[in-house]
């Protein structure tokens, strides 16, 4: 029911953005939440947003740079990254669920997962 789309190898300080193709039952009621991960470590939260859009979350390490977005007529969710380091290289993850406001960055509680989309930074 998610999709992702849009990695890529680009070089430091390049501009990247991901999609995330959602099935309307999943995009129009859930909170979204990009997710990403490297090899040996955990999922790490990147950034959320709730159903309406009204908010987005976002990780320390991303913010200022990274910006998260969802078009619903659409039912798809966006993560505009900006200004990428060789720290951004991961697998990024598009999820959806219903956690609360002060649990967005706890992956368990996101019911729905895309496939994954490899995001590579280096010169």
């Known amino acids: 029911q998610l999709q992702a789309s849009g990695g890529g190898l680009v070089q430091p300080g390049a501009s990247l953005r991901l999609s995330c193709a959602a099935s309307?039952?999943?995009?129009?009621?859930?909170?979204v939440a990009w997710f990403r991960q490297t090899p040996g470590k955990e999922r790490e939260f990147v950034a959320a947003?709730?159903?309406?859009?009204?908010?987005?979350f976002y990780a320390d390490s991303v913010k200022g740079r990274f910006t998260i977005s969802r078009d619903n007529a659409k039912n798809t969710l966006y993560l505009q990254m900006n200004n990428l380091k060789p720290e951004d290289t991961a697998v990024y993850f598009c999820?959806?669920?219903?956690?609360?406001?002060?649990?967005?960055?706890?992956?368990?509680?996101?019911?729905?997962w895309g496939q994954g989309t490899l995001v590579t930074v280096s010169s």
């Open positions: 947003i709730t159903w309406s859009g009204s908010r987005n």
């Open positions: 309307e039952r999943t995009s129009n009621t859930y909170t």
């Open positions: 999820a959806a669920g219903r956690p609360v406001m002060s649990s967005l960055s706890t992956s368990s509680l996101y019911y729905y």
